[in-house]
């Protein structure tokens, strides 16, 4: 059974930060490319950060320089260190785990970050 858990979202000011976890079993973790999603009320989902089976990363524009995602094959976790938040990054994030090759894809239950005074 695939399980993708988020953790980590939370309330945080202006210039704060925070750091999403998201630990994933039930797959060969290590050969899924691994991506942050959010979704903010009233928008469609949207690409934060993507990190290849082969540690290539990508961001959408609006993070770059502030979020970073990271992953440990090790641990079947992958992170979003995101800082220098601003109110525009209040959404719901969520997890993904894809393997286009065998078209597989597997979501969280997300998690709330709200960016506020």
């Known amino acids: 059974q695939v399980q993708v858990v988020e953790s980590g979202g939370g309330l945080v000011q202006p210039g704060g930060s925070l750091n999403l976890s998201c630990a994933a079993s039930?797959?060969?973790?290590?050969?899924?490319?691994m991506g942050w999603y959010r979704q903010a009320p009233g928008k469609q989902r949207e690409l934060v950060a993507i990190?290849?089976?082969?540690?290539?990363?990508n961001y959408a524009d609006s993070v770059k320089g502030r979020f970073t995602i990271d992953r440990d094959n090790a641990k079947n976790t992958v992170y979003l260190q995101m800082n220098n938040l601003k109110p525009e990054d209040t959404a719901v994030y969520y997890c993904?785990?894809?393997?286009?090759?065998?078209?597989?894809?597997?979501w969280g239950q997300g998690t709330q970050v709200t960016v506020s005074s």
């Open positions: 993904n785990a894809q393997r286009p090759s065998a078209r597989l894809m597997y």
């Open positions: 039930g797959i060969t973790f290590s050969s899924y490319v």
């Open positions: 990190c290849s089976s082969g540690g290539t990363r």
